[in-house]
């Protein structure tokens, strides 16, 4: 078994704040997490798989309001588990839709480019 990390390494390791994995736990994002007996959080491997997945959450949108019902589904069990799938499903769709988005403004960037590329090389005239 994977040794339990502190919340400064925890911080260190995965790129977020101690203030930051503290209100992920108040916040419900996060279960409570094991402490030693000094009383300092101890991430244990399947808490760091979980903020893991929190973070990537995150990173895709989701809202802070989205990722609390996303975990308390998940605090419920097995029995939410088709309720989780519908919000990873709407979830990776407005990604996708976002993704196009994206993809759509980098072509038009990419073609704003090769326009002075090509003005740059006298092959056609600024209008």
């Given at each position: 078994m994977s040794k339990a990390l502190t919340i400064g390494q925890v911080a260190a390791t995965r790129g977020?704040?101690?203030?930051?994995?503290?209100?992920?736990?108040?916040?419900?994002?996060?279960?409570?997490?094991?402490?030693?007996?000094?009383?300092?959080?101890?991430?244990?491997?399947?808490?760091?798989?979980?903020?893991?997945?929190?973070?990537?959450?995150?990173?895709?949108?989701?809202?802070?309001?989205?990722?609390?019902?996303?975990?308390?589904?998940?605090?419920?069990?097995?029995?939410?588990?088709?309720?989780?799938?519908?919000?990873?499903?709407?979830?990776?769709?407005?990604?996708?839709?976002?993704?196009?988005?994206?993809?759509?403004?980098?072509?038009?960037?990419?073609?704003?480019?090769?326009?002075?590329?090509?003005?740059?090389?006298?092959?056609?005239?600024?209008?």
């Open positions: 977020v704040s101690t203030h930051t994995l503290r209100y992920y736990e108040q916040a419900g994002l996060l279960r409570a997490i094991g402490r030693n007996d000094a009383g300092h959080r101890l991430y244990a491997p399947a808490d760091l798989d979980w903020l893991q997945f929190v973070m990537r959450l995150k990173a895709t949108g989701m809202p802070i309001a989205g990722m609390q019902a996303f975990a308390a589904l998940r605090a419920q069990g097995d029995a939410t588990v088709g309720a989780r799938r519908e919000m990873l499903v709407e979830h990776r769709d407005a990604v996708r839709a976002r993704i196009a988005e994206l993809q759509a403004n980098l072509a038009a960037i990419s073609d704003k480019i090769d326009y002075y590329e090509a003005v740059e090389r006298g092959g056609v005239h600024e209008t």
